[in-house]
C-alpha cells in the first residue's frame, strides 16, 4: 500500500512559478511508475508529466515550462512548474502505479491569477 501526498501548490501570478512536492510512504516510488495529472473545474483530469521506463514525457501544453522529478533519497517525486499560466489553474495530482497497483494523491490546489 502506497499514500501518497502533495504540496507545494497555491496562488500565483501569471509567469510566476510553483514547484508541487509528491510525498510517499508505505514504499519505494523508485519502483513505481509516476505521473502527474491536473484536472480544472469542469473538464477531465489529464496528464500532465510522467517517466516512461527510459524518459519523461509532457503534455504539449507544459513542455519548456514544467519539469518532472524524482528524490529517491526523500521518496518524492517534484513538479517545478514556470511561466505559469491562468490555464494552468487545477488540482494537481500525483499517481504512482505498477501492474495491479494503482494510487493517487488527493491534489493540491494551483491557481494562477492577477
Known amino acids: 500500500q502506497v499514500q501518497l501526498v502533495e504540496s507545494g501548490g497555491g496562488l500565483v501570478q501569471p509567469g510566476g512559478s510553483l514547484r508541487l512536492s509528491c510525498a510517499a510512504s508505505?514504499?519505494?516510488?523508485?519502483?513505481?511508475?509516476i505521473d502527474w495529472y491536473r484536472q480544472a473545474p469542469g473538464k477531465q483530469r489529464e496528464l500532465v508529466a510522467g517517466?516512461?521506463?527510459?524518459?519523461?514525457i509532457y503534455a504539449n501544453s507544459v513542455k519548456g515550462r514544467f519539469t518532472i522529478s524524482r528524490d529517491n533519497a526523500k521518496n518524492t517525486v517534484n513538479l517545478q512548474m514556470n511561466s505559469l499560466k491562468p490555464e494552468d489553474t487545477a488540482v494537481y495530482y500525483c499517481?504512482?502505479?505498477?501492474?495491479?497497483?494503482?494510487?493517487w494523491g488527493k491534489g493540491t490546489l494551483v491557481t494562477v491569477s492577477s
Open positions: 499517481h504512482a502505479f505498477r501492474v495491479p497497483e494503482n494510487y
Open positions: 508505505g514504499s519505494m516510488l523508485s519502483s513505481y511508475a
Open positions: 517517466f516512461t521506463h527510459d524518459s519523461t
